[in-house]
C-alpha cells in the first residue's frame, strides 16, 4: 500500500501532522493501556482514561467506573488514578482520598501496595517495548528469510537483468561458486568491482550460463527519511549509473565515492522506470553507531544498497522471529544510550537529537514510502519512547520509579517538600531537552 496515493502531493504539511498524529496516538495509547490494564489488575482503579488532552469532545465510563475519552489536542494521552491530584500522578488528592475505607483506600493510587504502584508506573514503557517486539516478529514473517540454496523470485525492472529468470538457482558468480546465505556479504565483497558479471545458474533441471548485472550494484533498496537522497527524490527501486559522469559498476564503487568526497556535491545519473534523469545532492556527515559499540562518523547520502534481484523465501520459525523481535529492540535501546552517552561526552554531534518538528518531519516521510516503512517507524519510535520515560528523571516514569525505589528503602515516601522540588526540576530538565531538539530542528544540517 502506497500512502502517497492519499495526497495530492508528496509530502506536504497535512499529510506530515496526519502521519505524526497517528504514530503518537498508537504509542502514547499502547503505553498508557499498560499503565491502566497492570493498575487495574494490581487492584488500582482509573477514574479517567483519556486520548488526547484539553477539552473532552466523546466520553463513555465503563463498568469499572473509567471514563474512556478523547480529548481535542491528540498530542499525548494519560491515565488518571483513584486518588491522584492531577493526569501526572504527582500529588494526592487529599479531597478525594478523605474519609475512605482501608479497603477503598487500597484501589487508590496512593492507598495500594508499593509492589503494586511499581509496577502499574513501569508498565507504561514495557509496552511501548512489547509493542516493538511484536511489530518485529510480524515483520520478520512478513519479509521472510532468504532460502538456500539462492534462488532468484523476482528479478528488478532495471535494463541489465533481463538474463535472469524467476526461479533460476544461482550456482556462481564471476566464476566464484555461490555459498550459503550466512557468507554471502563476504563472497560478494571479494567479487570483481565490474559489471555485467557472468552467472551460471541452474534452470529447468539445466545449468546456463548469463551476463547480468552485478549482484549488488547502486541500485536503491531504500531511501533513508530526512536524508540527502530523500531530499532530492531519490526513489527506492532507482538505480545509479553516473556520478558526476563518472560510470559506477557496484554500491561498494558508489560508497567509496560518497566516504571520499568529504561532502563535495554531486550529480548522479540514474536509470528510472526506464528513464535517464540527473539528481543534485550533497552528502551529509552522519554519526552511525558500531556494532561492536562506539560511533563511526561518515558521509552519507541516505540510500540502502541490496539485491538487484528478490531471493525466494520462507517463513521463519517461531524461535527465529522473537529473536528478531527482541534482538531489533535490544539494538535500538543499547545504540540509543550509546549515542546519548557520546553525545554528552562530545564524541559525536548533539545534532543527532532530534525534536518534535524532525519526528514529525521523519514520520510522514516514512509515511510516504509505504505502510511498511511507516509502521517500521512506528515500532522504532515506540521504543525511543519506552526507553525516554525510564530516564531516572521526575515527572517521567523513571522518576517515579526511583521515589519508589526510595520509599521501599527508607520505608516512607519523600517528604512532599522533596517531591515538589524534584517535580520542578525534573519538568525544567525536559523542557530543556525539548528546547535543545527544537533548536536542532531548525537549526542543524
Same mark, same amino acid.
Given at each position: 500500500?502506497?500512502?502517497?496515493?492519499?495526497?495530492?502531493?508528496?509530502?506536504?504539511?497535512?499529510?506530515?501532522?496526519?502521519? &505524526?498524529?497517528?504514530?503518537? =496516538?498508537?504509542?502514547?495509547?499502547?503505553?498508557?493501556? *499498560?499503565?491502566? /490494564?497492570?493498575?487495574?489488575?494490581?487492584?488500582?482503579?482509573?477514574?479517567? &482514561?483519556?486520548?488526547?488532552?484539553?477539552?473532552?469532545?466523546?466520553?463513555?465510563? +465503563?463498568?469499572?467506573?473509567?471514563?474512556?475519552?478523547?480529548?481535542?489536542?491528540?498530542? *499525548?494521552?494519560?491515565?488518571?488514578?483513584?486518588?491522584?491530584?492531577?493526569?501526572?500522578?504527582?500529588?494526592?488528592?487529599?479531597?478525594?482520598?478523605?474519609?475512605?475505607?482501608?479497603?477503598?483506600?487500597?484501589?487508590?493510587?496512593?492507598?495500594?501496595?508499593?509492589?503494586?504502584?511499581?509496577? =502499574?508506573?513501569? !508498565?507504561?514503557?514495557? @509496552?511501548? @517495548?512489547?509493542?516493538?517486539?511484536?511489530?518485529?516478529?510480524?515483520?520478520?514473517?512478513?519479509?521472510?528469510?532468504?532460502?538456500?540454496?539462492?534462488?532468484?523470485?523476482?528479478?528488478?525492472?532495471?535494463?541489465?537483468?533481463?538474463?535472469?529468470?524467476?526461479?533460476?538457482?544461482?550456482?556462481?558468480?564471476?566464476?566464484?561458486?555461490?555459498?550459503?546465505?550466512?557468507?554471502? +556479504?563476504?563472497?560478494?565483497?571479494?567479487?570483481?568491482?565490474?559489471?555485467?558479471?557472468?552467472?551460471?545458474?541452474?534452470?529447468?533441471?539445466?545449468?546456463? =550460463? #548469463?551476463?547480468?548485472?552485478?549482484?549488488?550494484?547502486?541500485?536503491?533498496?531504500? #531511501?533513508?527519511?530526512?536524508?540527502?537522497?530523500?531530499?532530492?527524490?531519490?526513489?527506492?527501486?532507482?538505480?545509479?549509473?553516473?556520478?558526476?559522469?563518472?560510470?559506477?559498476?557496484?554500491?561498494?564503487?558508489?560508497?567509496?565515492?560518497?566516504?571520499?568526497?568529504?561532502?563535495?556535491?554531486?550529480?548522479?545519473?540514474?536509470?528510472?522506470?526506464?528513464?535517464? /534523469?540527473?539528481?543534485?545532492?550533497?552528502?551529509?556527515?552522519?554519526?552511525?553507531?558500531?556494532?561492536?559499540?562506539? &560511533?563511526?562518523?561518515?558521509?552519507?547520502?541516505?540510500?540502502?544498497?541490496?539485491?538487484?534481484?528478490?531471493?525466494?523465501?520462507? !517463513?521463519?520459525?517461531?524461535?527465529?522471529?522473537?529473536?528478531?523481535?527482541?534482538?531489533?529492540?535490544?539494538?535500538? /535501546?543499547?545504540?540509543?544510550?550509546?549515542?546519548?552517552?557520546?553525545?554528552?561526552?562530545?564524541?559525536?554531534?548533539?545534532?543527532?537529537?532530534?525534536?518534535?518538528?524532525?519526528?514529525?518531519?521523519?514520520?510522514?516521510? !516514512?509515511?510516504?514510502?509505504?505502510?511498511?516503512?511507516? /509502521?517500521?517507524?512506528?515500532?522504532?519510535?515506540?521504543?525511543?519512547?519506552?526507553?525516554?520515560?525510564? @530516564?531516572?528523571?521526575? #515527572?517521567?516514569?523513571?522518576?517515579?520509579?526511583? @521515589?519508589?525505589?526510595?520509599?521501599?528503602?527508607?520505608?516512607?515516601?519523600?517528604?512532599?517538600?522533596?517531591?515538589?522540588?524534584?517535580?520542578?526540576?525534573?519538568?525544567?530538565?525536559?523542557?530543556?531537552?525539548?528546547?535543545?531538539?527544537? =533548536?536542532?530542528?531548525?537549526?542543524?544540517?
Amino acid at each position: 500500500m502506497d500512502l502517497t496515493a492519499l495526497i495530492p502531493s508528496f509530502g506536504n504539511l497535512a499529510f506530515t501532522l496526519i502521519a &505524526f498524529i497517528i504514530a503518537l =496516538t498508537i504509542i502514547v495509547a499502547i503505553h498508557e493501556y *499498560g499503565h491502566y /490494564i497492570i493498575g487495574r489488575l494490581s487492584g488500582i482503579k482509573a477514574d479517567v &482514561f483519556s486520548i488526547g488532552i484539553g477539552p473532552v469532545l466523546a466520553k463513555k465510563t +465503563d463498568k469499572h467506573g473509567t471514563q474512556w475519552q478523547i480529548a481535542a489536542f491528540p498530542v *499525548g494521552g494519560y491515565v488518571k488514578f483513584r486518588g491522584d491530584a492531577n493526569a501526572a500522578s504527582a500529588g494526592v488528592d487529599e479531597g478525594a482520598m478523605a474519609g475512605l475505607s482501608d479497603e477503598e483506600r487500597r484501589h487508590t493510587m496512593h492507598g495500594a501496595p508499593l509492589w503494586a504502584r511499581a509496577a =502499574t508506573v513501569a !508498565a507504561g514503557p514495557i @509496552f511501548n @517495548f512489547v509493542l516493538s517486539a511484536l511489530i518485529f516478529f510480524a515483520m520478520a514473517f512478513h519479509t521472510g528469510i532468504a532460502t538456500d540454496p539462492l534462488t532468484v523470485e523476482e528479478v528488478a525492472p532495471v535494463s541489465g537483468l533481463e538474463a535472469l529468470e524467476p526461479g533460476d538457482q544461482i550456482l556462481s558468480i564471476a566464476g566464484e561458486e555461490t555459498p550459503s546465505l550466512d557468507e554471502f +556479504d563476504g563472497f560478494v565483497s571479494r567479487l570483481p568491482n565490474e559489471s555485467p558479471v557472468e552467472y551460471v545458474v541452474l534452470r529447468g533441471g539445466q545449468e546456463v =550460463t #548469463v551476463e547480468a548485472l552485478h549482484p549488488f550494484p547502486p541500485y536503491v533498496s531504500s #531511501v533513508t527519511p530526512q536524508s540527502a537522497a530523500s531530499d532530492a527524490g531519490i526513489r527506492e527501486g532507482d538505480l545509479i549509473l553516473t556520478v558526476d559522469g563518472e560510470p559506477v559498476s557496484t554500491f561498494g564503487d558508489l560508497r567509496a565515492i560518497v566516504g571520499e568526497g568529504d561532502g563535495a556535491a554531486l550529480t548522479l545519473g540514474i536509470e528510472r522506470d526506464g528513464e535517464a /534523469i540527473s539528481v543534485d545532492l550533497t552528502p551529509r556527515r552522519v554519526d552511525l553507531p558500531l556494532p561492536e559499540g562506539g &560511533f563511526e562518523t561518515r558521509w552519507l547520502i541516505g540510500i540502502a544498497g541490496g539485491l538487484v534481484f528478490e531471493p525466494e523465501t520462507r !517463513a521463519p520459525s517461531f524461535g527465529e522471529a522473537v529473536s528478531t523481535g527482541v534482538g531489533q529492540v535490544g539494538y535500538i /535501546i543499547s545504540s540509543s544510550l550509546s549515542g546519548l552517552w557520546h553525545m554528552i561526552t562530545g564524541a559525536i554531534s548533539s545534532c543527532n537529537l532530534r525534536g518534535p518538528i524532525g519526528i514529525a518531519e521523519t514520520s510522514g516521510a !516514512a509515511a510516504s514510502q509505504g505502510l511498511d516503512s511507516f /509502521i517500521w517507524f512506528i515500532a522504532v519510535l515506540s521504543t525511543a519512547v519506552g526507553l525516554l520515560n525510564l @530516564f531516572p528523571i521526575p #515527572v517521567l516514569d523513571g522518576g517515579h520509579l526511583v @521515589f519508589h525505589a526510595y520509599e521501599a528503602v527508607a520505608g516512607k515516601p519523600p517528604s512532599d517538600r522533596a517531591m515538589r522540588v524534584l517535580l520542578a526540576v525534573g519538568l525544567a530538565l525536559i523542557l530543556s531537552i525539548m528546547v535543545l531538539g527544537v =533548536t536542532n530542528d531548525l537549526f542543524c544540517p
